[in-house]
T-cell receptor
């Protein structure tokens, strides 16, 4: 059982470049999330989705876009990378059948923008 | 003021010690309280969750919620070096809510 899989694990981007962080889950969860984690700052919600075709902004959505065409996949797009987007990005999923109390996280993507 | 406050540590204890990790919060609407453990360079994983006030025990771990003081705790008995990790508290308001609010995490080091 793979759970939540994120790719790539590491990436260095130049300012202004674009990239897509991939996330897929095999638990048939309704909810999926993208968080960023900065040192000493906890996890901040970027975007979330309650099901295929439905997405909404979290606390820090600026500079990012998402799509949810299937239950399994929830990619995060950075269009014009900026140094402020240097962070560790986590994708997570949860099931409303368990009150969304348990979020399953991927291993993270370490992104550096130079 | 942050909604959830957590001392970043690091907290260093000898093996076998009782560890107390804490969070305070300002939003009285929070009803679900969770503790996640995050090993270095890994994603967080759920340790325990508690609904409303009271205690919950799972092996060496006990979660406590005091809603009147807006204070939650995680106790680890007989701490082991394998408990060395960052512990994040998280909270949410309602059963149907998607939105988890995380503390910044406390780094724990258990010395052999």
């Amino acid at each position: 059982n793979a759970g939540v899989t994120q790719t790539p694990k590491f990436r260095i981007l130049k300012i202004g470049q674009s990239m897509t962080l991939q996330c897929t889950q095999d638990m048939n969860h309704n909810y999926m999330y993208w968080y960023r984690q900065d040192p000493g700052m906890g996890l901040k919600l970027i975007y979330y989705s309650v099901g295929a075709g439905i997405t909404d902004k979290g606390e820090v959505p600026n500079g990012y876009n998402v799509s949810r065409s299937t239950t399994e996949d929830f990619p995060l797009r950075l269009e014009l990378a900026a140094p402020s987007q240097t962070s560790v990005y986590f994708c997570a999923s949860s099931s409303k059948d368990r009150s969304n109390t348990e979020a399953f996280f991927g291993q993270g993507t370490r992104l550096t923008v130079v | 003021q942050k909604e959830v406050e957590q001392d970043p540590g690091p907290l260093s204890v000898p093996e076998g010690a009782i560890v107390s990790l804490n969070c305070t919060y300002s939003n009285s609407a929070f009803q679900y309280f969770m503790w996640y453990r995050q090993y270095s360079r890994k994603g967080p994983e759920l340790l325990m969750y508690t609904y409303s006030s009271g205690n919950k025990e799972d092996g060496r771990f006990t979660a406590q919620v005091d809603k009147s003081s807006k204070y939650i705790s995680l106790f680890i008995r007989d701490s082991q070096p394998s408990d060395s990790a960052t512990y994040l508290c998280a909270m949410k308001e309602r059963d149907s809510s998607y939105k988890l609010i995380f503390g910044s995490g406390t780094r724990l080091l258990v010395r052999p």
